[in-house]
């Protein structure tokens, strides 16, 4: 691994940072000390709150404002970075330590071209000429693998895609070939298969220039991908330490345990069919165009969003829809519950024909089917409280307000918020809405219901818990489900059969075990390879 | 190639916006109390019931109310904007005898404001925590909270009357016969007043913008980027803030066009200003409704050129609308 | 933290609600400190401040009572502003609602017409107006009106744009709700603070309106206003400039304490969404 194990190139000591007056706790890290050496990965993995970044940020000296260090220090090379005047850590950043962040769409100025904002390194640290920047930062961009660097170098940041942005993040970072690179998530906003590319480009640069990686996630599948060691925290606490593998198999203790086994893709799919044979959805041949509006300036376009989609879900089924970003996966589900009206084909909900329905009569039918929403934040209403959000759907459909009222408690307890009908959403935590947002779905009593990544912006511990209520309530009331997201492991988890979408066409469909454990598709061999960390735990179970 | 094609449109489009005022103009005197003849004679020759008729004859007045639109539309389409009874001249002629006055107030007064209240702001929004970035902000609540044309009234008597350093009223020294570089300095100098006053109000909006502009686009993602390069923090501000936060200042600079022009009816009237401003004034005072309809359409009409002008700035600026995406 | 806690944070704000009190008590006794009309001659002409008691304020070019003016002008500006403010909220929240909610060819009709009346420059259009429809209160408010709700109907549509694919309004339409319920009581209890923010405000820029017009002589003849004292004086202003003075201060008092107010109800009405979401 590296030979200079002795002297640390970062080494983190009894470091505390405060965070400001009013916020639900006092200290963001506490206490906290580390070593990252020169040659190596150190992968820092927690839940949100967990405190993880704020430690690189205090060595970056990014903290946001009202954040400090208020203990312990921070030596790089020997040097404690905590003492660092603005104008001594401004010189250390970019030269010898480099970051990159998690948000590729908004990390680069929109209105500078991409060779500028690379050249701009070289000029904040007073290097090289004009032109002598633009080749170097032509020569980067060939070197972090953007197809066509030439064209790339004068391009503006929305011409590109995410993965290509993160990957002009990295060029950014390197450029002075700096000796600690800090990676703060870098990969959680991009695709499955652009994640596994990105990470490759990472681990691969860090063996080339033998730099110290400092990389902190969420997802103990990055862990077993590219770390060498892995620190794990909590409440901004070290919970773990050790070296990756040890820690992988071997986790002493249990917030890692249950981390770790909070991983869906330890699951490997039971064989397990429908009961009944009664086909509830039927889709056939469905096609959904989106046009932009075109003007005398600008040509119309058109994604071809759905393109001739056929399934069936039967009675009491749970059905995945897999995809990444862009496959129309949740155009399929906003179509399948009408919000969207799709162009042609046929949808029909237990024989009635449910896609020419319009209006008022589209209205009546609409209880039949519903949704639970992914951002457990926008899915409430601010304004109204949890027993009324849920007993709006029944009275809108023509049941007493007291009915109504008294359906909302039942349910809620039912998803185990019992006695809390009278609180606002404020008042709970992302995996409690989605609970409310559950309690509502199953209110108006739908033979189907759609769950449009349901879990994805839930911490994993969290997943776990969500996921295991939608299966207990699969049981007790039998629903027929269609499961949307871009996580196959999730979908491995939970459903009875998987459709594996990519630019609005099925690619493969089957029963959740075939997919998984022998995909007969290129594209969905690509996507199961690209799940981080998958050979490793295939290996453990 | 796309600019002509983007100026042609919005050309047409003010075309179509023209024609709308032309319509409103029409209906406004058809809604108006009392005898539409009287009211394009501007109330003067109201009592001389020949001249009424023959008004109404040359106007159509007694036709259809279609033809009477259809008149007055072609009418104006061939420049023709009717007769200002009161003061004996075609409309047209009037207001672009007084045209250029206005332009150059409000020209000035627009890069003055804009330029001040930029400067202004990004200085309040770099001092956002100290006292001077407070001290910015409360004068520029403060004269965005001022009467425009109470600020021209005490300029007037602090400046000309107290301080007797600047010209009162007026274009030109009247009488003083000056040409060339001496005619201009004249103008410079009793421009000084008309403009800064007017463009008081303007700044105080512009530099509010500026400085909530900034401290938004200071939060971004990029500028951690910026940050985590080591950039110095001078040059972030300059090109990676500002640069950002000017976006929807030239946008709101669009928007404000109206009300520049707007507010140079009441600076030229305090001023005595001989711009259309200052005409409208007199068109007011004696009821000259003729002209008020045709000095309204013109300042329509300026003010779709001041957005024009805006809408090809912002497309210069902004490079994912340039290259359409 | 109660709203009124969070309201008085902000120290301009305090500042600008007693501001803005003592000018509605101002309002409110002027008949009964002034029972006579303030249009009425009671001194001599051109009396300068402080000379004569009863004349805190002078008189001017017709002998009439300045302080009397001032106080009586507190009411129509006030009365006039909130009004006004009042018809624009009664256009420009529906037509906004509507072009929001519903989008596509309606957003489109409703947005051009706004668009016309925002190109119109609006204090010309109101000049128009109220001299087309002969001066008075009523014209008055309906002229400011019909040049001041393209903000208000541009900012509920762009909240509603917003608002109206939030999952939250999503799953209301899913469970069958009509769209008139949706607008109502998903939406629009949603848009209240920026309305109410953006409707102070407002009032201010009507007020400020209402005395360009007065000044230009276009003001109600049967009622004093701040603005129609300016403009009078404004030709003595050489011999008397206090004629001009007060009133354009008591103007200007007025708009800022509203500002002041409209900050203060902005910092109360929107905590940072970073507090909601910790």
């Not at chain 2, 140079?264 to 009821?287: C, D, H, K, N, S």
């Not at chain 3, 509603?160 to 769209?179: D, I, K, P």
């Not at chain 3, 005395?211 to 003001?219: D, E």
């Not at chain 3, 403009?231 to 206090?242: D, E, M, S």
Request: charged share 20%; glycine share 8%.
């Amino acid at each position: 691994m590296t030979d200079n194990h002795t002297t640390p190139l970062l080494s983190l000591r009894h470091l505390s940072i405060s965070l400001p007056k009013g916020a639900d706790r006092a200290l963001a890290v506490e206490d906290v000390s580390y070593d990252v050496y020169r040659g190596e990965i150190l992968c820092v993995v927690g839940e949100s709150g967990s405190g993880k970044s704020m430690a690189a940020n205090a060595v970056m000296g990014l903290l946001p404002k009202g954040v400090r260090a208020s203990g312990g220090e921070a030596l790089f090379d020997g040097q404690d970075l905590l003492k660092l005047s603005e104008k001594q850590h401004r010189t250390l950043r970019g030269l010898r330590i480099g970051m990159i962040f998690q948000e590729p769409m908004t990390a680069l100025n929109p209105l500078m071209r991409v060779g500028d904002q690379i050249a701009e390194v070289f000029e904040a640290h007073g290097r090289l000429n004009g032109r002598e920047r633009q080749k170097k930062a032509l020569a980067l961009l060939t070197e972090v693998g953007i197809p066509q660097p030439d064209k790339a170098i004068r391009a503006y940041p929305f011409q590109l895609s995410g993965g290509q942005r993160q990957r002009v993040m990295i060029a950014m970072a390197l450029a002075l070939e700096p000796e600690l690179l800090i990676a703060d998530e870098p990969t959680t906003a991009l695709d499955v298969t652009t994640q596994a590319q990105i990470l490759e480009l990472i681990r691969d640069l860090q063996r080339r220039r033998g730099m110290a990686v400092m990389f902190i996630t969420h997802d103990f599948g990055v862990v077993a991908e590219v770390a060498n060691r892995v620190c794990v925290m909590r409440h901004g606490q070290i919970v773990e330490l050790g070296k990756a593998q040890e820690v992988l198999k071997h986790p002493r203790h249990d917030y890692t345990r249950a981390l770790i086994e909070a991983i869906p893709s330890n699951v490997i799919p039971e064989a397990r069919g429908a009961e009944t044979d009664t086909a509830l959805l039927e889709v056939v041949g469905l096609n959904k165009v989106f046009r932009s509006k075109g003007g005398l300036f600008k040509a119309a376009r058109e994604v071809h969003a759905l393109q001739d989609v056929s399934f069936s879900l039967v009675k009491g089924e749970t059905i995945g829809i897999v995809g990444e970003s862009g496959s129309g996966k949740s155009t399929l589900g906003r179509c399948v519950v009408r919000l969207e009206r799709p162009d042609s084909g046929t949808l029909k909900l237990s024989g009635t024909d449910f896609m020419n329905l319009q209006g008022e009569a589209l209205r009546r039918e609409r209880h039949r089917v519903q949704m639970i929403f992914q951002d457990p934040y926008a899915s409430l209403n601010p304004r109204h409280r949890v027993g009324y959000a849920i007993a709006q759907g029944p009275m809108a459909s023509g049941i007493s307000k007291a009915q109504a009222f008294a359906k909302a408690k039942e349910l809620l307890a039912l998803v185990g918020l019992g006695g809390t009908d009278d609180r606002y959403p404020h008042e709970f935590s992302g995996g409690q809405r989605q609970r409310i947002g559950i309690a509502r779905a199953l209110a108006m009593e739908p033979e189907l219901i759609v769950a449009d990544e349901a879990v994805s912006a839930l911490d994993v511990s969290i997943q776990a818990q969500i996921l295991e209520l939608l299966e207990e309530l699969k049981q007790k009331l039998s629903l027929s489900l269609l499961f949307i997201t871009h996580d196959l492991r999730v979908a491995a988890q939970i459903c009875d059969r998987i459709i594996v979408m990519q630019h609005g066409r099925i690619v493969e469909q089957g029963s959740a075990r075939e997919v998984f454990l022998a995909p007969q598709e290129a594209y969905t061999r690509e996507l199961l390879d690209a799940i981080p960390g998958r050979d490793q735990e295939l290996a453990n179970a | 190639m796309l600019y002509v094609r983007l100026i042609l449109m919005r050309l047409l489009k003010a075309v179509v916006v023209l024609f709308m005022i032309i319509i409103f103009n029409f209906f406004l005197i058809q809604m108006a109390p009392g005898d539409p003849a009287a009211i394009l004679a501007g109330e003067a020759g109201a009592t001389d019931e020949a001249f009424l008729r023959q008004l109404r004859e040359r106007f159509g007045l007694d036709q259809p109310l279609y033809v009477q639109l259809w008149r007055y539309v072609s009418g104006i389409a061939m420049l023709d904007f009717g007769y200002s009874y009161r003061q004996g001249v075609p409309v047209f002629d009037l207001i672009m005898a007084r045209m250029p006055a206005t332009l150059l107030l409000t020209g000035t007064a627009f890069v003055l404001s804009l330029a001040m209240g930029i400067f202004a702001g990004s200085l309040a929004a770099a001092r956002a925590k100290k006292p001077s970035g407070s001290l910015i902000m409360a004068l520029a609540l403060l004269f965005y909270a001022t009467p425009l044309f109470w600020v021209a009234l005490m300029s007037v008597v602090l400046f000309s009357v107290y301080l007797d350093l600047l010209p009162a009223y007026g274009m030109y020294t009247v009488g003083a016969g000056h040409t060339g570089l001496a005619l201009v300095l004249d103008v410079a100098k009793h421009l000084i007043l008309p403009a800064t006053t007017l463009a008081l109000f303007f700044m105080a909006i512009y530099t509010r913008m500026t400085r909530a502009s900034m401290l938004e686009a200071s939060q971004q993602d990029y500028v951690k980027t910026a940050r985590a390069k080591g950039l110095k923090n001078s040059v972030i501000q300059r090109r990676h803030i500002l640069r950002n936060a000017l976006l929807p200042i030239i946008t709101l600079a669009g928007l404000q066009a109206g009300q520049m022009v707007g507010g140079a009816i009441l600076t030229e009237t305090v001023f005595a200003w001989p711009g259309i401003g200052r005409l409208m004034y007199e068109a007011l005072q004696q009821r000259d409704y003729n002209l008020l309809l045709g000095i309204f359409f013109f300042s329509a009409a300026l003010v779709i050129v001041f957005n024009i002008i805006t809408d090809l700035v912002y497309r210069l600026a902004d490079p994912r609308i340039k290259e359409g995406s | 933290m109660s709203f009124f806690a969070r309201f008085a944070q902000n120290r301009g704000a305090l500042i600008g609600l007693i501001i803005l009190l003592a000018i509605i008590v101002m309002a409110i006794l002027a008949p009964l400190v002034f029972p006579e009309s303030p249009w009425r001659m009671v001194q001599r002409p051109f009396l300068p401040p402080m000379e004569v008691d009863g004349f805190p304020l002078g008189t001017d070019t017709m002998g009439r009572n300045v302080a009397a003016g001032l106080m009586h002008g507190a009411w129509v500006s006030l009365l006039i502003g909130l009004v006004s403010t009042l018809v624009a909220l009664l256009i420009g929240v529906p037509l906004g609602a509507v072009a929001g909610y519903y989008g596509g060819l309606i957003d489109d009709a409703l947005m051009r017409f706004t668009e016309f009346f925002q190109t119109i420059p609006n204090f010309a259009l109101a000049i128009v107006l109220v001299a087309i429809m002969q001066p008075s209160v009523t014209s008055i408010v309906l002229a400011i009106a019909l040049v001041s709700w393209p903000p208000v109907a541009r900012l509920v549509r762009a909240e509603f744009m917003s608002l109206r694919n939030r999952e939250y309004v999503e799953a209301a339409r899913l469970v069958g709700q009509t769209n008139r319920t949706i607008i109502i009581r998903q939406i629009l209890p949603n848009t209240l603070s920026p309305i109410i923010v953006l409707a102070s405000l407002m009032v201010a820029t009507a007020i400020l309106l209402e005395s360009a017009l007065s000044f230009l002589g276009l003001g109600d003849p049967n009622v004093m206003s701040w603005g129609y004292m300016i403009g009078a004086a404004r030709t003595v202003i050489r011999q008397a400039w206090w004629l001009s003075f007060f009133p354009g201060v008591a103007i200007l008092l007025t708009v800022l304490a509203l500002n002041l107010v409209g900050e203060g109800l902005d910092d109360a009405l929107n905590p940072k969404l970073a507090r909601e979401r910790s």
